[in-house]
């Protein structure tokens, strides 16, 4: 099962940077993950998009609009995990060295490469 967690920023949940030992934690606790394999990807969305429209055959591309900045993601993992509770324990462990603060959870669905051999 694989879960997307990330964070975005604005007025209600503000956040404050880790403090060096949480951030000396942090880099232990993805250190490990990494090397579990529980980490499929992190990374952050710009809030610059860009967007493709198929119109009545024609394709347009365009820059914009771009996402508002309480909407932006600056932070996400996405992990690998055998079970929800796994994924929730796991957030648990990432905020706890984060600090404070507030992180979201959304398990992914989809078809892998594996399921449209079969």
Not at 4 to 31: C, L, R, V
Request: charge should be negative; glycine fraction near 10%.
């Amino acid at each position: 099962m694989q879960f997307f967690i990330y964070f975005t920023m604005n007025d209600e949940t503000p956040m404050t940077p880790p403090s060096p030992e949480g951030m000396a934690k942090m880099g232990k606790f993805m250190e490990e993950a990494f090397k579990s394999g529980e980490i499929v990807a992190t990374g952050k969305l710009p809030q610059a998009t860009t967007h493709i429209k198929l119109e009545q055959g024609d394709f347009s591309v365009s820059d914009g609009p771009f996402i508002e900045g309480k909407d932006m993601i600056p932070g996400f993992t996405i992990i690998n995990v055998d079970s929800k509770q796994e994924a929730l324990d796991w957030a648990k462990g990432m905020r706890e060295c984060m600090g404070d603060g507030v992180l979201k959870m959304a398990q992914l669905s989809g078809t892998s490469m594996d399921d449209m051999k079969k």
